[in-house]
C-alpha cells in the first residue's frame, strides 16, 4: 500500500498512529483485491480468507449474517452453556456499559454464534445496525471474514481492522477475538471477541483479549458439571461430579425449577423445598451473573409496592436454608458456588444439538405457579426454544413426544409438521389432527 507521496509504508506503521488514514489505505486495498488484483501489502492468508467467503456466497455489499437462533433463543440457550460460568469475570474484565463506552464483548460457541454481547447502549446500536446479535453467525461461512472466524479458522488469536474485514459495512470496525480452549482436551469452546470504532482499538486490545482467555480458560479447570455433564460434541466434562467439593473446585448448588415443587440442593446434603417466591429469586439471580440490586429485585418480584426491605428479608431466608451461598452488593451468587439449574440442562442440551435429551430433561415448564412477569418470559423462552429445537430436528418420533406433552400441547407448527412426515394414513395423525383442531377451537373462542 502506498501513501499520497508514492513511498510504501508497512500498515503496522499506521495501525494505531494514524488509524483514519490506515483505514483508507485498507479501503484501497480492499477494492484492488475484490476486483480481481491482489494487493501484494495484503496477507496472503487474509486474500485467502476473502477467496473462501466469497466462494460461500458473502456479498461484501449487502451481506447479512445468518442466524441460527432468534435473540431470544440464543438468551435462554447462553445459560445451560460452559462459559455462562465465566462471563462475570469477563464482564468484570472486559466489558464497558458506561454511557461512553465504545466497544464490545463478544463471546461465541465453538462454531462462531454470538451467544453474550455487552456494552453501552451506543455501541449496541452501532451493532444493531451490523445483526451484530445473540444468535448471529460469525464464522466465515455466517458472514464473511472477520476476527472471530479467523480465530476459529486458525486457532489463534487474530485482529482484523477495517477494511481487512471483507463485507464493507463493517469497515468502520476493529475486531480482536481469540480462541477459548477446554483446559483437559484443547479443543475451542467458544471464541472472546472485542469490537468496536477503528478509531478505539489500541495497542493493549489483543493483550486484553489473552488475558481474559487465559482467565476464563483458568476458570473453567475448577468449573464443576452435574454428573453427566457434556463439552462441545457431546464429550462428557471431568468434574468432581455433583455434590463433592475437591483441591480448587467449587462446590455445586443444583436448583429445580420445573414444575411445581422447586427444591435445592448443595453438597450432595439434603434436598431443600422452596417457596414459589424463594424460587424465583433465586430463578432471577441464576438468570444474571452481574447480580441485582434490592430495589431491581424488589421491583421485579413485587412490582411498584416492592421494598429493598422485603428482598433483605427474603435473602436472610434463603442463607437460613442454603448457608452462605448469596453476596451481596449486588445480590448475586458466591463466585465459590457453581449454580446449575435445570433449565441450564436443558439449555445445554439444545446448544450442543442433543434434541432428544433436552427434551427427556424438559417434564414440565418452569415455575409453573409462578405469576411473575420476568419468570413468564424465561418460562416462555425455554420452551419455544425446545419446541423450535424438536421441530427443526425432523425427528417424527420426537415431535409426537413433544405435541403430546404438556409443554407442546399447543404447539401447533410442530404439530403440523409431525403431521407431514407421518403422513394421513399414519394412526398417529389423528391424534395430532384432534389436537389442533381443539386448539384451534380454543384461540377462536
Not at 275 to 288: G, H, P
Request: net charge negative.
Amino acid at each position: 500500500m502506498r501513501q499520497g507521496n508514492g513511498s510504501i509504508t508497512h500498515p503496522s506503521d499506521l495501525r494505531f498512529s494514524a488509524p483514519a488514514e490506515y483505514a483508507r489505505l485498507l479501503r484501497a486495498a480492499h477494492e484492488t483485491t475484490i476486483s480481481g488484483k491482489p494487493d501484494p501489502h495484503l496477507s496472503p492468508s487474509l486474500i485467502k480468507s476473502w477467496q473462501r467467503s466469497l466462494a460461500l456466497g458473502i456479498n461484501p455489499d449487502q451481506h447479512r449474517p445468518l442466524h441460527r437462533h432468534e435473540v431470544s433463543e440464543a438468551r435462554s440457550l447462553s445459560a445451560g452453556h460452559r462459559l455462562a460460568a465465566v462471563m462475570p469475570a469477563l464482564t468484570q474484565l472486559l466489558a464497558d456499559e458506561t454511557p461512553t463506552g465504545r466497544h464490545l464483548l463478544i463471546v461465541t460457541d465453538h462454531e462462531g454464534e454470538v451467544l453474550w454481547r455487552l456494552g453501552s447502549k451506543q455501541a449496541l446500536r452501532l451493532a444493531d445496525s451490523l445483526e451484530f446479535v445473540e444468535g448471529a453467525d460469525w464464522s466465515e461461512s455466517g458472514v464473511g471474514t472477520n476476527a472471530i472466524s479467523e480465530a476459529l479458522v486458525t486457532g489463534a488469536p487474530a485482529q482484523l481492522f477495517s477494511a481487512e474485514h471483507l463485507v464493507r459495512t463493517h469497515h468502520d470496525w476493529a475486531c480482536t477475538a481469540s480462541p477459548i480452549r477446554d483446559p483437559l482436551t484443547g479443543e475451542i469452546v467458544g471464541i472472546l471477541d472485542v469490537s468496536g470504532p477503528f478509531e478505539s482499538i489500541t495497542p493493549d486490545s489483543l493483550r486484553l483479549v489473552r488475558c481474559g482467555v487465559r482467565l476464563a480458560e483458568e476458570l473453567l479447570k475448577s468449573a464443576t458439571v452435574p454428573d453427566g455433564g457434556a463439552g462441545p460434541g457431546g464429550r462428557p466434562i471431568q468434574g468432581n461430579g455433583q455434590g463433592q467439593r475437591g483441591s480448587g473446585a467449587r462446590a455445586q448448588l443444583m436448583l429445580r425449577l420445573f414444575g411445581d415443587a422447586p427444591s435445592a440442593t448443595l453438597y450432595a446434603g439434603p434436598t431443600r423445598p422452596l417457596t414459589v417466591r424463594r424460587a424465583e429469586i433465586l430463578a432471577l439471580l441464576a438468570s444474571r451473573g452481574q447480580g441485582w440490586s434490592a430495589d431491581e429485585l424488589a421491583y421485579e418480584i413485587h412490582g411498584d409496592a416492592g421494598t429493598g426491605a422485603a428482598i433483605r428479608t427474603e435473602m436472610h431466608r434463603i442463607r437460613t436454608i442454603l448457608g452462605d451461598v448469596l453476596g451481596a452488593n449486588p445480590y448475586r451468587f458466591s463466585s465459590t458456588v457453581n449454580v446449575v439449574t435445570d433449565a441450564s440442562v436443558v439449555a445445554a442440551h439444545l446448544r450442543e444439538g442433543r434434541v432428544a435429551q433436552a427434551l427427556s430433561a424438559y417434564p414440565a415448564k418452569l415455575l409453573t405457579r409462578s405469576v411473575n412477569l420476568e419468570i413468564g418470559f424465561m418460562r416462555d423462552e425455554l420452551n419455544v426454544a425446545v419446541g423450535a429445537s424438536v421441530r427443526s430436528s425432523g425427528d417424527a418420533r420426537l415431535m409426537l413426544q413433544w405435541c403430546t406433552s404438556d409443554m407442546g400441547s399447543d404447539d401447533t407448527a410442530t404439530a403440523a409438521a409431525a403431521a407431514a412426515l407421518i403422513g394421513p394414513d399414519d394412526p398417529r395423525c389423528q391424534l395430532i389432527s384432534a389436537r389442533m383442531e381443539r386448539v384451534d377451537r380454543e384461540l377462536r373462542a
